[in-house]
Structure formats: C-alpha cells, structure tokens
C-alpha cells in the first residue's frame, strides 16, 4: 500500500511537461458513441451580421453562393445544433452536412482533392496528423491566409497553422458518488482507500489514453504509475463499459474518461460524477478550410464563425468544452488543460506501460 510518504516523494518528483499538438482519429469513434446521449439545445440565434458587424462583408460574399459543404465526424444531434445556429444566423447560406466518422472524414477529403473532384468546403476531423499532411499537400492553407476577421479574438494556442480547435471533449477521473468522495488530484489516488478501487482503460485503447497517462508521467514520474499499479487496479478495455461497471457499484473510481461517458448514465439517475483532476488533456476536433473550395466565401464565413461565441456555444453547448470562456452550456478548459504531441505520447509509450505493468 501506499502512504503519504509515497504521495510526498511522487509530489517532489512533480514536473508539468509543456506539450503540444492535437488528438488522433481513433478518439472520434469514442467521442462519437458516447456523445450520443447528451440533449441537444439550439445556440442562441441573433439577427443575420450587419454591414458593421465583423462578419458582414463577408457573409454578403457567401449569400452570393449560397450553400456550403461541410465534411464531420461530429455526432448527428451536435450537427443538428450547429446546423440550426449557423443557418438562423445567416439566412440564405444553407450548410450542407456530411457525418464521416472516424478516419472516413479525411479519407474521402484525400481522394477527392486526388481526383480533382468537388470536395468538402470544410473538414472538422480528430485526427491528429491530417491538417499538417493537407498542407504539405496543399490542400488547405494557414487559416491567417484566409482572412478571417474573427480569429484575433480566439485563444491563440488553438489556432495552429491550418486548423482552428473547434471542439475539446477534456479527460475526466469518474467516481460513484455513493461510494467515495471526488479526488483532489491525481495524488490522491495513491491513498489507501482506493486500494483495489480503481479501473483504469487501458492505455492502449486509443491515442488520448494514452496521452493523459503520458502526462501523468511527465508531471509525476514513473514513481506515480507504479504507485497506482501498487493500488491492484482492474484494467478495462472500454470508458463506457467500465462507466456502466463504476455504477453498478463494481468499483470507486475510473480513468481515462470523458463527460460524455458519463452523460447518458447521469441522465438515467446512475450515481456517477466527473471529476476534473489537474492536469488533463482531451479529444479535439479541428477545422480546416479546403483551399480549393467550391464555396470559398461561405467556408470563411462558417470558420470565422466558429471563432465567435455563438458559434462556440453552437459546437460545444451540452455536448463538450470550449476553447473561450463562459460560453453557455459548455464547459471550460480552464489552466489544467495541455494539448498532447503525438510524437512525445508515441515516446512515452513503453515507459508508460512498464511502470503500470501492463505487458
């Protein structure tokens, strides 16, 4: 067992590792099925951008067109949602939605732009890697190249080169409220009343596992994962199937996790609760505008949008957090949120799982 010795030596040991990047494409087919249960709430509507609002000139530009195309692996009711605002708010621009889960998303962008084809004005995608690689392929280009009059006033550290972050689903640690009291932080889940308490997903699963037991290794050092092995976990393959496990009372406490898992068993009076343990890191969704749009107005005007709190509270209302703060119905990322490098997780991996004992 571990004691407040063992918690003291892990805290000396505590560095925050500065990281950067976005979340992969196995995450979206999670984010996806476990997002489902949250219910949906239209975004507040406003009165179509004025000639003196920062969104005029260019919404002019799109009712010219009329239409755009948008390619996500956003869940169906979140895309209802923002559907309902973009279009309530700019009448006479229609966004016309594909759903591409996972790795689809990209897959079909690549092949069309490959083809010559008609493609997607724009792509929201998980996957990590694929707005660098359609840049390298020119396939989209830097966002600041786009002109868009909104972007100065979003978090800087989520615009990155061709991407905006659109949407983050941050990790949570999920506890049964009947059964144990929220954690304050990471270390006190060396202490003893969560011996043989605790399920973890496995690492393996999906990249953001992976990520946040990355981080806790780079804040904490190995010494804290082999303490968390020393709890004699349970090692689950899934979030939700070890969520439903946590309320049934089978255990105190589950991570890696997301709202979104716990959602649907909240909703049906499940005695589960997140837990919002410093720091975190999550799923992102990112944007890109295709360089060589059919509609290349109204894709500046819907990624411009997304840069603005009603288009934040569209894509994040009930359903995940926001990048700006104190937008309505969504949670906020606040400080403990550090975006993974996919290349540093992918470093860590080993290292990661010998001090968990994961073979």
Known sequence: MHSHSARSRVAMRARRGVLGGIAAAAAAVLFAACSAGAPPTPANTQVPAGDDDALGALYEEAQAEGTLTWYTSIVPDNM???????????????????????????????????AGAVSADVLTTSEGDFPDHALEEGWTKNLDEFDLPTLADYPA???????????????RFLY???????????EDL????????????????????????SLLYDTYGAEYLEGI??????????AIPGAQALAAGEAMGLFPSLPSVANPLKAEGAPVENASLEPFTGVENTTIINSEAEHPNAARLFVAWIATPEGQEAFNGNFAASPMDDIPNAESLGDGYIPYDIAEVNANR????????IQ
């Open 190 to 213: 060396l202490e003893d009343e969560w011996k043989d308490q605790l399920m973890l997903v496995d690492p393996r699963a999906i990249l953001p596992w992976m990520a946040q037991y």
């Open 350 to 357: 080993d290292a990661v799982l010998a001090a968990l004992g």
């Open 176 to 186: 049964n409220t009947e059964t144990a009291e929220a954690p304050g932080s990471w």
């Open 157 to 171: 550290d989520f615009v990155r080169g061709p991407q905006i972050v659109s949407q983050v689903s941050p990790i």
């Open 80 to 114: 209802d949602q923002i559907k309902a605002a973009f279009e309530a708010q700019f009448p006479g621009v229609t966004l016309q939605m594909l759903r591409l889960g996972g790795t689809e998303g990209p897959l079909r962008f690549s092949s069309e732009m490959e």
């Open 229 to 238: 092995s020393d709890q004699d976990y349970r090692l689950v393959d899934s």
